[in-house]
């Protein structure tokens, strides 16, 4: 899952004047050896000290050229919006990880690896893309389970919500346990993608999907998906994927 294409080059003095700097890491993301800035900027309407910014934009530095790639985000609104430059494609040259929060109760997230290697931007990663690709089906059992599923991906998990509490299940369920009826939850957009260094991959770094698990209200959280994703030579693959409940008291 990557693209390729072309981004115009601008001298330092074309730069938007009434940006705000999000976030800057250095890197050499090129591989020539020279470090480069890598840097975010934003409009802030509530001024330097607010958390939302829109406008968001990748800007790469080259370290030796002081020449700047300007790369408009095809959603570029949010909170929070941070950098992280890390390997993610193996090839030794550290890629460009770009994270926005959505804010408000859905928890979501936008987030794009961009690879810089000989001065080519390809995108290699891209939230909407994953959330098309990693859909699931969430349905209330008899019993107090909660089964989600994914027939693309050939897999069920089992969640129990007996211990949700009797309020909370006679809401749906029946004093023997039968539905009521027809209960469906749903399994969110991507809510956060972190980097991290498994075992079998030291020399690069892996990436950790997770989207929440919901009930009939976005409130109501049963657990979350965990999809490791590593990278196959060309895109993205799930290596594990697997669902995380939330623990209740003995």
Not at 41 to 58: C, E, M, S, V, W
Not at 100 to 126: C, W
Request: proline share 4%; hydrophobic share 35%; charged share 20%.
């Amino acid at each position: 899952m990557y693209s390729s294409f072309q981004t115009h080059r601008f001298q330092p003095d074309r730069f938007p004047r009434d940006n705000e700097l999000l976030d800057v890491k250095q890197g050499d993301v090129n591989g020539d050896g020279i470090p480069d800035h890598v840097y975010l900027t934003g409009h802030k309407q509530g001024g330097p000290t607010d958390i939302f910014a829109d406008r968001i934009t990748l800007v790469i530095q080259d370290g030796y050229s002081q020449k700047r790639t300007i790369v408009p985000l095809q959603n570029n609104a949010g909170y929070n919006a941070a950098l992280f430059l890390g390997d993610f494609d193996q090839n030794k040259i550290p890629d460009i990880l770009v994270s926005i929060d959505s804010g408000g109760s859905g928890g979501y997230g936008t987030f794009y690896v961009y690879s810089f290697a000989h001065n080519t931007l390809r995108l290699i990663f891209d939230s909407e893309s994953y959330n098309q690709d990693y859909k699931f089906r969430v349905q209330y059992e008899d019993m107090y389970k909660v089964t989600v599923s994914s027939p693309q991906y050939d897999v069920r998990f089992t969640i129990d919500i007996s211990g949700k509490g009797s309020t909370y299940l006679c809401s749906y369920y029946n004093n023997d346990g039968k539905l009521k009826r027809p209960i469906q939850g749903e399994v969110l957009a991507l809510a956060a993608l972190n980097p991290i260094v498994t075992t079998g991959n030291r020399s690069s770094f892996d990436l950790l999907a997770l989207q929440r698990i919901i009930g009939t209200t976005n409130a109501d959280t049963l657990g979350y998906i965990e999809n490791l994703l590593i990278w196959d030579g060309s895109t993205f693959m799930s290596s594990r994927l697997s669902a995380a409940i939330l623990g209740t008291k003995l």
